[in-house]
């Protein structure tokens, strides 16, 4: 895998310190396993310290309970990365290719921490992440800083912000300083 998309799936891409009540976190968690299908607008900023202006893309996000990952990137150029349960397919430029989780130890948290979030599963984010909570269900933080050594070499935390079941922005910051933010929004009911 080239390191560009390793990078891609870092951005694609949890024992809590609770800030809120101590069942808000629970509560969230459940609101999140609640939904077993979602689909999601995303603006993404990457900001690297090589650059002076941030790299913007934009696209969806697809999520299907409980393995199933989807990010479709439409600007600046059409490219596709999907994982479903252990395995990770890249479409970029008619190309496409068909990875592993497994054989990327560095990248299957990151990925881990998404799908977990999203199906409300706290042991899953705690087994990988200290997890720190701030807020209530109608507005909280969750920040997920790596537990092992190797992992936080590569990212130092992930901060997700969210209104009861819906995640709202997800920023991942890098020890380097580079980061990336991702802000979704919910598309409109027919």
């Not at 130890?105 to 409300?120: D, I, K």
């Not at 899953?124 to 507005?139: D, H, I, K, N, Q």
């Not at 790596?146 to 935390?157: L, N, Y």
């Not at 819906?166 to 409109?188: A, C, F, W, Y």
Request: aromatic fraction near 6%; charged fraction near 25%.
């Amino acid at each position: 895998m080239t390191r560009r998309a390793v990078g891609s799936l870092l951005f694609f891409l949890g024992s809590a310190a609770a800030h809120g009540a101590p069942g808000d976190l629970d509560e969230i968690m459940h609101s999140l396993a609640a939904r077993r299908h979602g689909e999601v607008s995303f603006v993404e900023q990457r900001f690297l310290s090589v650059l002076k202006r941030p790299v913007e893309s934009s696209g969806e996000l697809i999520y299907d309970a409980p393995r199933h990952l989807e990010k479709r990137t439409l600007e600046p150029r059409p490219e596709s990365l999907v994982v479903d349960g252990a395995v990770v397919t890249v479409q970029r430029g008619g190309r496409s290719r068909v990875l592993e989780l497994k054989s990327y130890p560095q990248v299957a948290p990151f990925v881990e921490c998404m799908r977990a979030t999203l199906a409300g599963d706290r042991a899953a984010l705690e087994s990988v992440f200290r997890l720190e909570f701030a807020g209530t269900p109608m507005r909280w933080t969750l920040v997920l800083v790596p537990i092992d050594a190797q992992v936080a070499k590569t990212v130092s935390r992930v901060q997700i912000d969210g209104s009861r079941g819906d995640l709202l922005k997800v920023e991942i910051s890098q020890p380097n300083g580079d980061r990336s933010l991702m802000t979704l929004r919910s598309h409109p009911a027919p």
